[in-house]
């Protein structure tokens, strides 16, 4: 599977070669015929428009979706999403990469480069779509109707995705389709139109258009389709469409009724850990994820999202040996505190006196350290490098030596998405400057999510206690998912479900228990941050996060950083897009 993965990815080289051809056909003309000699290679606009050529184009815009090494513009979201949300700390030394550490500390400005980076990786991706839509306006014989519509499907799922990514971020951005180019008017699109129509569209298009499956499982489904489709309205509360599509894919018992692009019934991954292992790529818990394939002779084919996340100085030890720039937060270990019951402390008491969880903050690796005894979520384990834990198959987590600056981040290091010793050389690529590089495909969407956004729309448009049961149907996975160290439990791990006599109502209780349970479930995987914002309760979590993990580091990396309501919400427009167009065309978001 991986090789035909890479077979696809292969066709890129060509595909942006085909991508230059055209765009300077179109630049550059000329009247005099006897100047137009044909150049060697040259590829015409019937190859463009053949069959080959849509393909191509259309493989170059799946490409772009892991950013094609642009790490800020993928989709992992681990800037964007993760420590903007408090999931992790930026951790290293404050010059390290210090880019990001405005972004942390929410004192973004317009000319960081790493906005550019995300601004510029999602318009990218709008361009590749946009190329194919212009190619399939003029197909060749050899594309045939069900061909052209499949084709278009595809591109404009992909848009959506790029655009969908552009709101997130900055609000409302220029909107860009293949009827508008260079000298046609592009430079004069402001930003001043609602995106969510023009993304609901385009996605809308791709619901009704899309196989159920695929003959090349990276390829987009019709319910991986439905699946974002409802996320999109989900984003603007639209929750009664969204349970429409959500009771299309999801029975009462929360089990799946839809398949993935490869035909596996959607479902939970029966083991936690399982659902981010190279080894079990494209489960039925994977309802899109970009394909990644190592070894190829590029990096750009692999998993680029991590390169500089992974346990510092590990040597042979442990994986990656660089960068430590995502370090879970010490809110977030709290977090998976659980009472005598196995339910997670809703009431915020993880973050108070014994309940908090114990670390080694001072201590050296070498040093003795009297493991945490109370009762733990076994997520916990499977998402956050602990000392005195496995580290998936490579030993225990030592505590300080794998932590570039543990006053600067904390004591804990990331566990998800990372490569077992078991990979080293197959399913990790050692041909660029770090091993850090994977055949890990990133999971965009998966099952999981779309069962805590459905119990999220069940408690607004329908029935709260079949929420319950969504929920309980994750935390029955987590319960299965205990970590053993030599065939016994590695923690004091209590899990259990909501009982039958929890009542479960259309109230902030409840919103609460939905909500905690995205935090624990999805954490460090992109999407904290959004949500609260989506909530509306991203100032006042946010900045208590802040004041909680602020003394926690002694190097005063968070002190005096503050969530400011109607401005950080959204990154701000890139100063240097504005410079390019004027401040009339495009204008800068409230408050930078």
Not at 150 to 171: C, G, I
Not at 266 to 281: C, E, I, Q, R, T
Not at 416 to 437: A, E, F
Not at 559 to 577: A, C, H, K, M, R
Request: charged residues 20%; hydrophobic residues 35%; aromatic residues 12%.
């Amino acid at each position: 599977m991986k090789k035909m993965i890479f077979n696809m990815k292969n066709r890129i080289r060509k595909t942006i070669a085909l991508t230059l051809v055209l765009s300077f056909a179109i630049m550059y003309s000329c009247d005099d015929s006897f100047l137009e000699v044909p150049v060697t290679g040259q590829l015409n606009q019937t190859v463009l428009s053949g069959r080959l050529g849509i393909e191509s184009a259309l493989i170059a815009a799946y490409a772009q979706v892991n950013g094609r090494g642009n790490r800020m513009a993928s989709p992992s979201n681990w800037v964007w999403g993760s420590i903007r949300g408090g999931d992790a700390n930026k951790g290293t030394d404050p010059g390290d990469f210090s880019d990001i550490n405005p972004i942390q500390r929410f004192e973004a400005l317009p000319t960081q480069g790493v906005i550019s980076d995300r601004y510029n990786g999602s318009y990218e991706g709008v361009a590749r779509c946009n190329a194919v839509m212009k190619l399939l306006s003029s197909a060749g014989p050899d594309v045939s109707d069900a061909l052209k519509i499949s084709y278009e499907a595809q591109t404009r799922f992909l848009r959506a995705h790029y655009y969908f990514e552009l709101k997130r971020h900055f609000n409302d951005t220029p909107y860009v389709d293949e009827s508008v180019d260079v000298g046609t008017g592009i430079e004069a699109v402001k930003n001043d139109v609602d995106l969510w129509p023009k993304i609901e569209a385009d996605m809308e298009f791709a619901f009704q258009n899309l196989p159920v499956t695929q003959g090349q499982v990276g390829r987009v489904n019709k319910w991986a389709a439905a699946a974002y489709l409802a996320k999109i309205y989900m984003y603007q509360n639209k929750f009664a469409q969204a349970k429409t599509l959500y009771d299309q894919m999801i029975n009462p018992d929360g089990t799946g009724k839809v398949v993935t692009s490869n035909n596996k019934t959607w479902g939970l991954v029966p083991y936690y850990a399982n659902v981010f292992k190279a080894s079990n790529d494209n489960h039925e818990e994977s309802v899109w994820a970009y394909q990644a394939a190592a070894n190829t002779g590029s990096v750009n084919n692999a998993n680029p999202e991590f390169d500089l996340n992974w346990p510092y100085n590990t040597g042979p030890d442990g994986p990656g040996n660089c960068c430590g720039f995502f370090q879970p937060s010490f809110e977030l270990g709290n977090s998976f505190r659980t009472g005598a019951d196995g339910l997670p402390l809703l009431d915020g008491s993880y973050n108070v006196g014994a309940n908090q969880l114990k670390t080694d903050m001072g201590l050296e690796s070498a040093d003795p350290f009297i493991p945490d005894a109370g009762t733990l979520d076994p997520r916990i384990d499977h998402s956050i490098g602990r000392r005195g834990i496995m580290y998936l198959d490579w030993i225990k987590f030592p505590g300080k030596s794998w932590i570039r600056n543990q006053p600067n981040g904390g004591p804990y290091a990331p566990k998800k998405y990372v490569y077992y010793k078991s990979d080293k050389g197959s399913l990790q690529d050692n041909s660029s400057w770090t091993p850090g590089y994977t055949a890990i495909n990133y999971t965009i969407i998966r099952y999981a999510d779309v069962l805590l956004m459905a119990a999220e729309a069940e408690i607004e448009v329908g029935d709260p206690n079949r929420a319950k049961v969504y929920v309980n149907a994750v935390r029955a996975r987590a319960a299965n998912s205990v970590l053993l160290d030599g065939g016994v439990p590695a923690a004091n791990y209590v899990i259990s479900q909501y009982p039958a006599g929890d009542v479960w109502a259309k109230n902030d209780a409840t919103r609460n228990k939905v909500r905690f349970e995205r935090k624990l479930e999805l954490s460090g995987e992109g999407h904290r941050f959004y949500d609260l914002h989506r909530w509306g309760i991203a100032t006042a979590t946010i900045n208590a996060y802040l004041t909680y993990e602020a003394p926690k580091l002694p190097s005063g990396a968070l002190v005096g950083s503050t969530f400011t309501p109607n401005q950080d919400e959204y990154l701000p427009i890139p100063q240097g897009q504005i410079d390019l167009v004027g401040a009339s065309i495009l204008k800068q978001n409230p408050g930078y």
